[in-house]
């Protein structure tokens, strides 16, 4: 039966080839009918597992008979990858479901593809497409070499410098630190993963070819920064991608790192499956390894996502940015903006005036792709954390702009009058977000705004603040307009700030009573939230507990000052919200109780508990 139902479906297929019109260019370009999108999977399932029956179409004189190397089914939904049978110098994939299935089939050698697609009806045709549509970096000026021949010189290109503000607020930031390249992760636990595979430029944990450790992490962190706005996790670490892997092929992707000088390219829309990229070291380039590798592969990583070339002006099919304005788009030709001390690469939707690629970069990451932004770790205000002498501090005051919708508001007060001194930066290396600030009073006026022109930052210099209650919000920015600068689109990603306030006060900390639980508390991703009990006398106990079924609360307590995560009386930071943690021989005073969102949290009870 098995066997019959296979080679029925072969002498359909093989039927629907014997019809095809077959016109000699693309123009018209030869197509063919294979059947609906189930009887297709099935037929390549059928053969992974080993039928007899080969998958063998052809579309004039080429055959479309393919090997399946991978064949991943989740709820109907299929990742499959394999290449064309007999021919290793090849790549195929497919995903979707039977309704709507899409897929490549590229053969290297004769630089030859073949799309496949589902109609309205769930039936699947191939036919004939550009070689470029699949592996766009295979047109004739391609980024790099359009870049020298402009006469750029190697001498020019400025790797950016890290901000003093980066101090890993999150994984990828901040300088390299010894870590292990081969175990980097931008954002540990997200089933949602991409693999740099950087094996074959390795020995062990050291890098080939007198490449440091520090520029393979700047290899890295420059894709990782990219694309920090998604709930992505870009690894270096292989036992990671094989996890993500066998849970759902569909959420991984992979690039392969390559030992020798040659084209970069990357196969569209690859993503989801087992499919990779390739990713050439370029010594030769003189380009800074960490730099010109990160952000080669933000680019062509960009392409396994789905994101086509940003073209228009000069540039032909690499758009070189607008210098005025130091920016350009990460799928142009970035190498033209080497040189700019300020530069900003960022995805894009064509709204400048000669673009010739209108394609919504995040739509197509989010919703084409289903990778999910990140949850918004600001959602109704912080409080500004002031330490001793109003010193405001990079490590207990940033966030992140995940959207172009996003806003972060930071509250505080000003007792009588005020000097606020502030700098806010980008913190990310290959950063995108440009920093627009505001203060707002508690009239809703805005008192004062900063966004420091091609420099990413904003800054507010001895600005008096009378009494009164005040807002910081951060926002992503923008300069020029759309048409010729940038708008705010992708203008996303990490900031922190760093400056004083001298007369401010904090926003209180709620007050707890003994045995009281503060009931529903909940909290973003690194944020902390503060409460307080008062011991007018000595206990010889006090217990304090946070209590939730979700997400993972962190525990911290300390007399007399608000705690950290390095000054703390006690502490109880497991991977649940549920701890608890004691002081014993409580003296009088004021304990502040500290809650840390190690990761979201909702529905919380926080309970302090005097024992006299």
Not at 559 to 580: H, I, L, M, V
Request: overall charge neutral; hydrophobic content about 35%.
């Amino acid at each position: 039966m098995y066997k019959r139902r296979s080679l029925a479906l072969a002498a359909m297929l093989s039927l629907a080839g014997l019809t095809q019109a077959q016109p000699a260019d693309l123009a018209n370009a030869l197509s063919v009918d294979i059947g609906s999108g189930e009887q297709v999977i099935q037929a390549l399932r059928d053969q992974h597992k080993g039928a007899r029956t080969t998958f063998f179409r052809t579309l004039g004189a080429d055959s479309l008979a393919v090997h399946i190397k991978d064949f991943f089914d989740k709820n109907g939904q299929v990742s499959i990858s394999g290449h064309a049978l007999g021919n290793a110098n090849s790549v195929f994939f497919l995903k979707g479901n039977s309704k709507k299935l899409h897929g490549f089939l590229a053969l290297n050698d004769g630089r030859k593809a073949f799309e496949y697609s589902s109609n309205e009806l769930g039936q699947v045709t191939v036919r004939e497409v550009p070689y470029t549509k699949v592996f766009p970096d295979f047109e004739e000026k391609f980024q790099r070499d359009y870049a020298l021949a402009q006469g750029v010189s190697t001498l020019a290109v400025a790797a950016p410098t890290y901000s003093p503000m980066a101090l890993r607020q999150a994984p990828h930031i901040g300088p390299y630190a010894n870590q292990d390249v081969t175990k980097l992760e931008s954002k540990p636990g997200s089933p949602w993963v991409f693999y740099l595979n950087t094996a074959a430029v390795m020995s062990g944990s050291t890098p080939l070819n007198g490449v440091s450790k520090e520029q393979m992490y700047r290899a890295w962190q420059s894709v990782a920064d990219q694309y920090s706005m998604l709930n992505m996790n870009v690894t270096t670490n292989r036992t990671v991608y094989d996890a993500a892997r066998a849970a759902n092929t569909l959420r991984t992707g992979i690039i392969n790192f390559v030992n020798q000088d040659g084209r970069s390219f990357a196969p569209l829309q690859s993503f989801g499956t087992t499919s990779a990229g390739t990713l050439y070291r370029n010594p030769s380039a003189g380009f800074d390894y960490g730099y010109g590798i990160g952000m080669t592969g933000a680019h062509e990583v960009g392409h396994q996502m789905g994101m086509s070339h940003d073209g228009g002006g000069s540039g032909g099919e690499y758009f070189e940015g607008i210098a005025a304005y130091q920016w350009g788009p990460i799928m142009g030709n970035y190498w033209m903006g080497g040189s700019w001390a300020n530069q900003l690469f960022t995805w894009s939707r064509g709204e400048y005036s000669t673009a010739n690629n209108q394609e919504d970069d995040f739509r197509i990451m989010t919703v084409n792709e289903s990778v999910p932004y990140v949850a918004d770790d600001n959602v109704s205000g912080k409080a500004l954390a002031l330490r001793a002498a109003g010193e405001i501090n990079p490590q207990d005051n940033w966030g992140q702009i995940e959207r172009n919708s996003d806003s972060d508001v930071f509250n505080f007060s000003v007792a009588a009058s005020g000097v606020l001194n502030l700098r806010i930066d980008p913190i990310e290396y290959l950063r995108m977000l440009d920093v627009d600030a505001s203060i707002i009073n508690a009239a809703g006026q805005v008192v004062a705004r900063s966004n420091l022109a091609v420099n990413r930052s904003a800054e507010f210099k001895n600005l008096q603040l009378g009494a009164g209650s005040y807002q910081l919000k951060v926002q992503g920015g923008a300069e020029g307009t759309p048409q010729n600068g940038f708008s705010n689109y992708s203008s996303v990603g990490y900031y922190a700030m760093q400056g004083s306030l001298t007369g401010g006060t904090e926003i209180p900390a709620t007050p707890l009573s003994s045995g009281v639980p503060q009931l529903n508390q909940s909290g973003a991703t690194g944020v902390w939230s503060y409460y307080a009990i008062s011991l007018p006398s000595a206990a010889s106990k006090l217990t304090v507990a946070v209590k939730g079924s979700n997400g993972d609360a962190d525990l911290f307590v300390r007399k007399d000052s608000r705690p950290t995560t390095a000054s703390y009386g006690c502490k109880s930071d497991g991977s649940t919200s549920a701890e608890t943690c004691s002081i014993t021989s409580a003296a009088a005073g004021t304990y502040y109780v500290g809650v840390y969102g190690y990761s979201a949290y909702t529905g919380l009870s926080v309970t302090a508990t005097v024992t006299p």
